[in-house]
């Protein structure tokens, strides 16, 4: 009994030496945000003097429109904000000259420019870009749920599609957790978080940067320096997309949406455990969500919940089988 008794105690003095060497979640951040900023603020000094470029709006009555807007600076909010109240709050995600495009990221050449919306005849786009965005709001989540006292490291996010009837969110928890399994209320807490968020209506600013600039935003995770260079080999520019919610700084493989505020129905509906793989356990987060314009009546919600607490399946390298579940601790409530 007294040696179990002092080994509790040493792994408590353990775990808080631990966690005094490693930089608190707040200085990660904050060290994630000044570099973003400092990059964000470069690449717009590229563009001293004003230069004007046009813009050829295309979509129901708006083919032929012309606007002539900023080079460099001007985004297709910009130009959203130049027809109506409709186009700003209803507007997704953008293609230019036929690509895909984040709502802010400003233009850089004359082009054509559709605004896209989760209504349009064909939303496939905007419904990719959407899923992706629930499951980055996870991860945002995810990372600040159990504040100083775990450690999180969020992996790489599947590309799932919306057919799989959940966005997915790969996480390594802290090791001290690896036999923890979240309750309703703590599945309910991370809902509470992401409806947090959601209200504050948050931009996800996009920017494209060069390997080297992820790299040093992400010092502190050897997993996502692994996927920096993972990105930047497979895209031909050989650059990489960071986004920023706040202050979290996130890599996304595709586009986002523009706003948190877009996001309306939103449920965390399960953590299911994967089984051990190179960073340690791993987890799938799993969660539904339904955008400000496509409500669904609560009889529908539930059986689409019921299925988005189903482990979705994706191709990957296989891991062993997940420990068996004991009893497990809370997640801090969010207020």
Known sequence: MASRAVCRVFQRR??????????????VRSQRNAVFSREQARQRALYPRIE?????????????????????????????????EHHVT?????????????????????????????????????????????????????ETA??????????RTPEVPVLSGAFCCDVVLDPHLDSWTPSEES???????????????LAWEPLEVAPSVALEAFSHSRCKQEEVEQKASQNPKGTVMLYRCGDHV?????????????????????????G????????????????????????VWRKLRQRAEKL????????????????SPQLPASH
Request: hydrophobic share 40%.
């Open 276 to 299: 051990q793989g190179s960073w340690g356990l791993h987890r799938r987060a799993q969660g539904l969500s339904l955008p400000l314009q496509l409500q669904a009546h609560h009889t």
């Open 187 to 201: 599945l309910r807490s991370l809902t509470r978080g992401a409806q947090q968020l959601i209200h504050q209506d």
């Open 14 to 27: 353990f775990a808080s030496t631990a966690a005094a060497q490693r930089p608190s979640l707040a200085e």
């Open 312 to 327: 979705v399946d994706v191709p990957g390298p296989e891991v062993a089988a997940p420990p068996s579940p004991p009893n």
């Open 90 to 142: 209803n507007s997704a995600l953008a293609l230019v000259d036929g690509e895909p495009w984040p709502l802010h990221q400003p233009l850089t050449h004359s082009c054509s420019l559709t605004l896209l919306t989760f209504k349009d005849s064909d939303p496939t786009l905007v419904n990719e870009a959407y899923w992706r965005s629930c499951a980055a709001l996870l991860g945002q989540v995810l």
């Open 52 to 84: 004007k470029i046009e813009v050829s709006m295309q979509g129901p009555g708006l083919d032929g429109a012309l606007l002539v807007m900023n080079k460099g600076m001007s985004t297709p909010l910009s130009c959203a904000r130049h027809l109506t």
């Open 250 to 274: 996130l890599l996304s493989g595709g586009p986002l949406v523009a706003r948190t505020g877009l996001c309306s129905q939103y449920e965390v509906t399960a953590l299911h455990s994967l």
């Open 146 to 155: 159990f504040k100083d006292d775990y450690t999180v490291e969020l992996l």
